[in-house]
T-cell receptor, first 111, second 111 residues
Framework: AQSVTQPDIHITVSEGASLELRCNYS??????LFWYVQSPGQGLQLLLK??????LVQGIKGFEAEFKRSQSSFNLRKPSVHWSDAAEYFC?????????FGKGTKLSVKP | ETGVTQSPTHLIKTRGQQVTLRCSSQ?????VSWYQQALGQGPQFIFQ???????GRGNFPPRFSGLQFPNYSSELNVNALELDDSALYLC??????????FGNGTRLTVT
């Protein structure tokens, strides 16, 4: 069955530290892959997407993600976290609007 | 450019009642998808409409139904509400395959 797994439910990092959020997918073929961010009480905002081509994709707000086929992973990274990055992050895969989302990773940022 | 708007923002219903949630797509987007996000979970795909026709459905019972109108706005209808239907309902519109633009959602509470 197709699935997207985010192994970390909650991560806390210090402001200015680097960040990596993990995402693994299970699909018959390489799906389209996405990272979305959700602030409390809000909808989801697209951070970045991978369709094909270059496996390192750049997104908004200084985020990037790397697609690794051999590891079935699409981890999200940011070199220096800001307090405003505190939110919930969702990895998703699929196509044609039918996305399968992971359960999310809540990011807390400490001063 | 107007984004995706959803109404109402909050709604309280009693078990067994029916509810209609509304969504106005981002300008020019001809596809709308609906997702259910239970507390602490990632969004789950309910269904998608393309040019007023259902174009894919997730694992939701028939009491979840939808409509898309010629102006691409959309409704989600849920009959015979159950307590487990309490969730954030997210509408997303798209033009390019897979790139969803989400509204802020409708928080439905069933008592």
């Amino acid at each position: 069955a197709q699935s997207v797994t985010q192994p970390d439910i909650h991560i806390t990092v210090s402001e200015g530290a680097s960040l990596e959020l993990r995402c693994n997918y299970s699909y018959g073929a390489t799906p389209y892959l996405f990272w979305y961010v959700q602030s409390p009480g809000q909808g989801l905002q697209l951070l970045l997407k991978y369709f094909s081509g270059d496996t390192l994709v750049q997104g908004i707000k200084g985020f990037e993600a790397e697609f690794k086929r051999s590891q079935s992973s699409f981890n999200l990274r940011k070199p220096s976290v800001h307090w405003s990055d505190a939110a919930e992050y969702f990895c998703a895969g699929g196509s044609q609007g039918n996305l399968i989302f992971g359960k999310g990773t809540k990011l807390s940022v400490k001063p | 450019e107007t984004g995706v708007t959803q109404s109402p923002t909050h709604l309280i219903k009693t078990r067994g009642q029916q509810v209609t949630l509304r969504c106005s797509s981002q300008s020019g987007h001809n596809t709308v998808s609906w997702y259910q996000q239970a507390l602490g979970q990632g969004p789950q795909f309910i269904f998608q409409y393309y040019r007023e026709e259902e174009n894919g459905r997730g694992n939701f019972p028939p009491r979840f139904s939808g409509l898309q109108f010629p102006n691409y706005s959309s409704e989600l209808n849920v009959n015979a509400l159950e307590l487990d239907d309490s969730a954030l309902y997210l509408c997303a519109s798209s033009l390019v395959e897979g790139v969803l633009h989400f509204g802020n959602g409708t928080r439905l509470t069933v008592t």
